[in-house]
């Protein structure tokens, strides 16, 4: 009988139990670049969509201020376009290791013109030598007879400085190149001057410009995972050694299904994460 009556009352010991709670509002600093704002974007609106208590705040900065944010404290993570370098990594002061990088994948550098440009190639060569200032004639690149004009990002920038090393062998970009703050402006401009060419993270070609296909390897996630489209940068997240639970759990979401499928428009993801 007393069997019978604890299970009597379990069902109703069970309707008296509160339900959990809902975890309490949290927020988490991000920096990111802004040539992969884009897509980082889309990735944070759909990390939020599954952790609605999450507000994630992103801000754009530089890879040298997102380092430094993330080693303040300022930032609980860090998106940047490059390496992060060994020295880097180490407190200044103790030399201990204080930030840890987490490869996430590897863009495509889009060398862009106007979309009315009939040129749709061109080599890594031809690349060299309009970006170094030898070949400035449309004409003898398959265009129209036309004056190339050369638009770059500022001095520093992770994108500029692959630019440098991938396609001008090391040399600096042709002193005559009109220099923009952004990948966004950079492509404003080429899509309203039919002369010019300028070269932007992939995310940001759009209407009114053109990506062009290099030693006829288009400028897409394949064809960077395959090694055949020669101009990329990687993406990478910078922590503190020391990780915050919520850092790791975006960290987990880049490197799952959905966060790889978003990323994955944009970059060649890396494998085995």
Known sequence: MGALLGLALSPALLACTPPPKPPAPERLRVIVPPSAAPLLAALSERYHAHRSYMTVETSERNAAGALEAVATGEADLAFIERTLDPAEALDPETTRPRLRAWPVGTGAIAIIVN???PVANL???????AFAGVETQWANLGGEDLTLRLVSREAGA???E???QQALR????AGTAIVMPSDEAVAGYVATHPEAIGYVGASWVGDGVKALTIDAAPCEPAAVASGAYPLTYPLVI???TAISGKAKDLIDFVYGPEGRAILGEGYAMVEGN
Do not use: F, H, K, Y
Not at 170 to 173: A, D, K, V
């Open 158 to 160: 992770p994108l500029r």
């Open 162 to 164: 692959c630019i440098e």
């Open 115 to 117: 979309a009315a440009n």
């Open 170 to 173: 090391g040399g600096t970009i």
């Open 123 to 129: 080599s890594l060569d031809q690349v060299r030598r």
């Open 238 to 240: 910078v922590t503190p």
